[in-house]
């Protein structure tokens, strides 16, 4: 329901007609709407945690590290490590959540025009309306590739101040190889643009990430997360890769202290457990190409997916949505017509999505 807000209320009339973003949360047996990581963390993850929690709050009665220095460092590391880069704390800015990542970037360099390439994550839009930034859609093909040829020539006509990539692709799960981020670098920065690289879902792709091209392309920035191969998403903790001059401009927008101690301390420690906390992306992506198979045993069209989700075809997608809810399984219908989106789950819950999805075609047949 869209809100009536009061003459009294001085909302800006471009936000008026807007709703809150958010997928339903309703109660469901396979929770499979918002391509969070199914596995909690383990014992020893959860005593490390408390044990920090515990030092932290000791000193609650100070703000944290304004620049999240240690936090930073270990991203680095990480990054480093997986991506073989070579990346300091001055190459990385972490924040609650990309989310936020993304609208500090917006912050920065939005207020003007910004282009991305639809279907994708829809937040990138939002928070483009919410800066007051003008979102130009810049067209896929058919299967939801990018033509590179044509998307160089929307960035050269449109002449936008950032232009999004987001690799693996929510909601479609689909990739762009690193020599077509490379061919779009190029134009982008032939019109004095910064190319955002969303890869909330990078560890769950074979394709080598976009932080290796920063280094001879200033204006490439990338966005990552830890809500999803890093099963951390109630602890909000995303994080930019960019050149340490970007890093310094988001500094510029940033609130003081963004990021709190709790939330510095426990990424940490989190980042100290990667190896045992990783080790679920090999079983997510293994699970994600059988569930892909039965999909595609049952007749329905499935997208190549290099993330921890899939976007499927159906006849009716509403009905589907509400017959698999109605059997206990929530999965997102994200507004595409003919599809839907199923996060992948842990063993259970994977079984319950295919079992009730055979039970509703039957229904339908
Ligand atoms: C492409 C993409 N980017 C960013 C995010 C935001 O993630 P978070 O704010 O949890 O880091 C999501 C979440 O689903 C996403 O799909």
């Known amino acids: 329901m869209r809100p009536k807000w009061p003459a009294w209320l001085?909302?800006?009339?471009?936000?008026?007609?807007?709703?809150?973003?958010?997928?339903?949360?309703l109660e469901s047996i396979a929770q499979l709407n918002t391509n969070e990581n199914p596995f909690p963390p383990s014992k020893a993850l959860v005593d490390a945690i408390a044990a920090k929690a515990s030092d932290v709050a000791k000193t609650l009665n100070r703000y944290p590290d304004r620049d999240a220095i240690e936090l930073r460092k270990m991203l680095a590391i990480f990054i480093n490590e997986r991506e073989g880069t070579a990346f300091s704390g001055e190459n990385i800015w972490p924040a609650n959540g990309s989310n936020e990542v993304i609208q500090s970037l917006f912050l920065a360099f939005g207020g003007r025009t910004a282009l991305g390439f639809v279907p994708s994550y829809s937040m990138h839009p939002l928070i483009a309306q919410n800066t007051s930034t003008t979102w130009v859609k810049a067209d896929r093909e058919n299967d939801f590739s990018i033509n590179v040829p044509l998307a160089c020539e929307q960035i050269r006509s449109t002449k936008p101040e950032m232009v999004f990539l987001t690799t693996p692709n929510n909601p479609t799960g689909t990739s762009i190889s690193i020599?077509?981020?490379?061919?779009?670098?190029?134009?982008?920065?032939?019109?004095?643009?910064?190319?955002?690289?969303?890869?909330?879902?990078?560890?769950?792709?074979?394709?080598?990430?976009?932080?290796?091209?920063?280094?001879?392309?200033?204006?490439?920035?990338?966005?990552?997360?830890?809500?999803?191969?890093?099963?951390f998403a109630g602890a909000r903790v995303g994080y930019l890769v960019a050149s340490p001059v970007a890093v310094d401009a988001m500094k510029i927008v940033r609130l003081p202290y963004h990021l709190s101690a709790m939330t510095q301390a426990i990424a940490i420690v989190a980042l100290e457990h990667r190896v045992e906390l990783l080790r679920s992306v090999d079983a997510l992506i293994s699970s994600r190409n059988r569930i892909a198979e039965e999909l595609a045993h049952l007749g329905l069209p499935v997208l190549p997916s290099s993330a921890n989700f899939l976007l499927f075809g159906v006849n009716?997608?509403?009905?589907?949505?509400?017959?698999?809810?109605?059997?206990?399984v929530l999965i997102r219908d994200v507004g595409l017509s003919g599809y839907l989106r199923v996060t992948i789950g842990n063993e259970a819950e994977n079984s319950l999505f295919i079992s009730a999805l055979q039970k509703t075609l039957r229904g339908q047949a």
Do not use: C
């Not at 990078?202 to 990552?224: C, D, G, K, M, Y």
């Not at 009716?316 to 206990?328: A, E, M």
């Open 10 to 25: 001085p909302l800006r009339e471009d936000l008026q007609e807007l709703t809150p973003y958010g997928a339903p949360q």
């Open 179 to 231: 020599a077509d981020i490379t061919k779009i670098a190029q134009t982008v920065a032939d019109v004095g643009a910064l190319l955002v690289i969303d890869e909330a879902y990078a560890e769950f792709s074979q394709e080598p990430s976009a932080t290796t091209l920063i280094s001879n392309n200033p204006h490439v920035v990338v966005v990552r997360t830890m809500s999803k191969a890093f099963a």
């Open 316 to 328: 009716s997608p509403t009905k589907v949505w509400q017959s698999l809810l109605d059997q206990g």
